[in-house]
C-alpha cells in the first residue's frame, strides 16, 4: 500500500509493537517505530516517510512541540495524532498546528484504517500534482521552468534572474509582494540553489504565532526558566541550524523582539529564554511580507537598521494581474492538472471566461486563480470547455461579463454541433440524449437553452 515507511512515534513500547503487528496484518509491511522523540527529526533527515502516528504526552518532548517542528520543515508529510487524552483544546491545537486527524486511544480500528487510508491517498495525489505540474511544464517547449512558477512574463524573468545571482551567497533576502504571489516559492528555491541545499528549510509564519510566545518559539527556553517550562524547547532557528530560516510576515515581529533578531543576524547567535551562554548559530534568513516596511519604518513600527539588514538582497513578486499573459497560461496549467486529478478531458475555456480571466485583478493572485480551476474542472461534467455557468458560485460574480452568451469560437460550434445532431438522433428526447453525451439531464437542458439563446 505504502512506498516508504509509515512511522509511529510513542514512548510506549507495549503500545509500539501492539500498532506495529496490527499495521502489518493489514498490509502496511513497511512500518517504523520509535519511542523517543528526540530521535524524529534526524530520522526524517535521512528516511523518507509516507505517513506519522504521533502521541501527545511523551517525557522527552510534547507531541505537539514535535509536530509544529515537523512541519516547519517536511510539510508534505501527513501527521495523524494518535493520545490516550482527549481535551478539545489540544485537539484544536493539533489540528492548527497541521495535524491530518486527532483519534483516542485506544483507537477505533476501523476509523484508524480509514484515516491512514485517506492521508496516504491525499499525498500521493499531492505528489503526483507536484509531479505533473513539473512534467507538464517541462514538456512545453521555449519556457522556463522555475520551481512551481509557469511563466512566459519578462517580469518574472528578472525575479529568476535576482534568485540565481542570490542564491549562492550567505547574504539576507527580503521578499516583498502581495498574498498568493508566491514569496513562499521564491524563498525555497533560493535555499535548493545555494550551497545549503539539503540542510533544514524551516518556514515560519509569524503572523501566526501569538506575541506572547513569539521569544521562546523563536529562540527556545531553558528548562524551569518559567511556569510550563517542564524540558528545554529548542526553537525555530535552532531548528534550522546549518539550513534557511524563511520568516514570513516579518512585518508583524514585536518591536521589542527586533533588536534581537537584528543582534542574530550580526553574531550568527541566539540567547535562549534563561540562559546567559549564547547558542552559535550557522544560519541564512530569508524574509518576506505583504506590508509596506518602509511605512512601517517611518512610523516607527519597525526598526530601520533591521531593515536595511534584512534586504541585503531585495525580490519583488509582482501580482498576477500585472504579469500579462501569464494568467491564461496558469488557467491552461491548471486545467491541465485538474483532468488528470480528476480524470477528465475537457479540452479548455470559453471565450467570455478567458476574457473574464483577463480583465479580473484576482486579489489572491496565482493561489486564488488555481483555486478557480481546480473547482471548475472538478464540477464541470461532460463538456469540452468551461464556461462561465460552470464556474464555482463564489467566482461567477467577480468575473463574470455583462452578456453570458459565449462567443461562437470553432471549439463551441462543433460541441453545440454534436449536441444538436445526437438530439435529433433520439428525437429530442433529453432523457434519452443525457447519457449518450454522458452528461445530467439538468446540465443538458442548460446547455440546450444556452445553445437557443445565443442562436436566437
Known sequence: MEKNPILIVDDEPSYLELMKDFLNQEGYTNVITESNPLNVLPLLERTDID????????????????????????????????????????????????????????????????????ALDTKLLESERDSLRRTLYEQKPGRRIFSDIVTDSPIMQKVFELVEIFAPTNETVFISGETGTG??????????????????????????????????????????????????KIGYFETANEGTIFLDEVGELPIALQGKLLRTIQYNEIYRIGEAKPVQLDIRIISATNRDLLDAVAKKEFRADLYYRLNRGFIYMPPLH?????????????????????????????????????????PGNVRELE??????????????????????????????????????????????????????????????????????ERTLQRRLKAIRERRN
Not at 483519534?103 to 476509523?111: A, L, S, V, W
Not at 550551497?195 to 509564519?205: E, I, L
Not at 486529478?341 to 484576482?362: C, H, M, P, R
Not at 464541470?380 to 464555482?392: A, N, Y
Request: charged share 25%; proline share 6%; glycine share 6%.
Open 322 to 362: 500585472k504579469r500579462g499573459d501569464d494568467i491564461i497560461l496558469l488557467a491552461e496549467h491548471f486545467l491541465e492538472i485538474g483532468n488528470r486529478t480528476y480524470n477528465k478531458n475537457i479540452q479548455g475555456f470559453s471565450e467570455n471566461v478567458l476574457d473574464a480571466l483577463k480583465s479580473y485583478t484576482f
Open 51 to 118: 505517513l506519522i502516528l504521533l502521541d501527545i504526552f511523551m517525557p522527552e518532548m510534547n507531541g505537539l512541540e514535535l509536530l509544529e517542528k515537523i512541519y516547519a520543515i517536511y510539510p508534505g508529510i501527513p501527521v495523524v495524532v494518535v493520545t490516550a487524552v482527549h481535551e478539545v483544546q489540544i485537539a484544536l491545537k493539533a489540528i492548527k498546528l497541521g495535524a491530518y486527524e486527532f483519534i483516542t486511544k485506544p483507537p477505533d480500528t476501523d476509523r484508524l484504517l480509514l484515516t491512514l487510508r485517506r
Open 183 to 232: 514569496k513562499d516559492l521564491i524563498a525555497r528555491k533560493i535555499h535548493d540553489l545555494s550551497p545549503r541545499r539539503g540542510k533544514p528549510f524551516v518556514a515560519v509564519n509569524l503572523a501566526s504565532i501569538s506575541p506572547s510566545l513569539f521569544e521562546s518559539e523563536l529562540f527556545g527556553y531553558k528548562k524551569g526558566t518559567f511556569t510550563g517550562a517542564f524540558e528545554d
Open 371 to 440: 483555486n478557480i480551476i481546480l473547482n471548475a474542472v472538478a464540477k464541470t461534467f461532460g463538456e469540452s470547455f468551461i464556461s462561465s455557468v460552470d464556474l464555482p458560485k463564489e467566482y461567477i460574480k467577480p468575473i463574470e461579463f455583462a452578456s453570458n452568451k459565449p462567443k461562437p469560437t470553432a471549439l463551441n460550434l462543433a460541441a453545440e454541433e454534436h449536441i444538436l445532431s445526437v438530439m435529433k438522433t433520439v428525437g429530442n428526447s433529453v432523457q434519452r440524449a443525457a447519457p449518450i453525451l454522458g452528461v445530467s
